[in-house]
C-alpha cells in the first residue's frame, strides 16, 4: 500500500465531519422547498439561497439537481419511516389503528390537507423520470406498508384478527387508502376525502376482529 492510499481516506473523513452540517442543511432547505413547491418547480438556486449555501458548497456536496434529489428521496423517507415505527412497531390492536390514522390526519390537517405525502408527491413525479428514485420509493413504500402487516399479524396472531385475515393484502388495502386520501385531501385543501378514505379502509378491517368470545364482530 503507497503512503498516499493510507492519507486518503484521513484526508476524506476530515472533510466528511466539517461538510456534515452543510450537506444537512442543503437537504432541509431542499426538502422544505421541494414538499410545498414540487420537485421539477424547484431550482437548484432556490435551494442555495434557503439553505444560505454558496454555488461551490453545494456542488461539492451534490454534482446536480438528479444526484441531490435521489439524496432528498433517502432523506425524507428515513424521515417519514422514524415517525411511523412511533406509531406502528408496538401495534396490537384495532385502537391502535385508529390512533395512527388520527395522528395522520390531525397532522395533514395542518396544512389544511396541502401538500399530500411527502413520498407520494415525490413518486408522482419521478417514477418516470428516474427509476433509481422510484426503486427507492417502492423499497421505502414496502417499509412502510410492512409495519402496517407486523401490526396486523401481531394482532392475528394474539387473537384479535380472525385467521383468515391476510396481514399484507388489508396493509396494501390500507395504505393505498392512505395515499388515495392525500392525494383528494390535496385537490380540495380540506382532510374530509382523507378521513373518508382512511375510514372506510378501517371498516373493512374491522370486519375481521374477533371479540373476545372468538366470534366475529358484528
Known amino acids: 500500500m503507497t503512503d498516499d492510499q493510507v492519507v486518503a481516506p484521513t484526508k476524506q473523513r476530515r472533510i466528511s465531519q466539517r461538510g456534515i452540517a452543510t450537506r444537512e442543511r442543503i ?11 414540487g420537485v421539477n418547480a424547484t431550482t437548484l438556486d432556490d435551494v442555495r439561497e434557503a439553505s444560505q449555501t454558496s454555488k461551490s458548497q453545494l456542488y461539492h456536496h451534490f454534482a446536480d439537481k438528479q444526484e441531490l434529489v ?14 411511523e415505527r412511533g406509531g406502528l412497531e408496538r401495534l396490537r390492536s384495532f385502537s391502535g389503528l385508529v390512533r395512527w390514522r388520527n395522528a395522520l390526519v390531525q397532522a395533514n390537517s395542518l396544512n389544511n390537507g396541502r401538500y399530500g405525502c411527502g413520498l ?19 423499497e421505502t413504500f414496502a417499509a412502510w406498508g410492512k409495519l402496517i402487516s407486523d401490526g396486523l399479524h401481531r394482532m392475528r396472531d394474539s387473537g384479535a384478527l380472525r385467521q383468515d385475515a391476510d396481514p399484507e393484502k388489508l396493509a396494501t388495502g390500507l395504505m393505498a387508502a392512505l395515499q388515495g386520501g392525500y392525494l383528494l385531501a390535496n385537490a380540495a385543501h380540506n382532510v374530509a376525502p382523507m378521513e373518508v378514505a382512511l375510514d372506510m379502509a378501517l371498516e373493512h378491517i374491522k370486519s ?11
Do not use: H, I, W
Open 208 to 218: 375481521f376482529l374477533l371479540e373476545p368470545s372468538g366470534e366475529p364482530t358484528r
Open 70 to 83: 435521489r439524496a432528498l428521496v433517502k432523506y425524507r423517507g428515513a424521515l417519514v419511516l422514524q415517525r
Open 27 to 37: 437537504l432541509e432547505a431542499a426538502n422544505r422547498l421541494m414538499f410545498v413547491r
Open 120 to 138: 407520494g408527491s415525490m413518486a408522482v413525479e419521478l417514477s418516470d423520470q428516474d427509476e433509481q428514485a422510484r426503486s427507492m420509493l417502492s
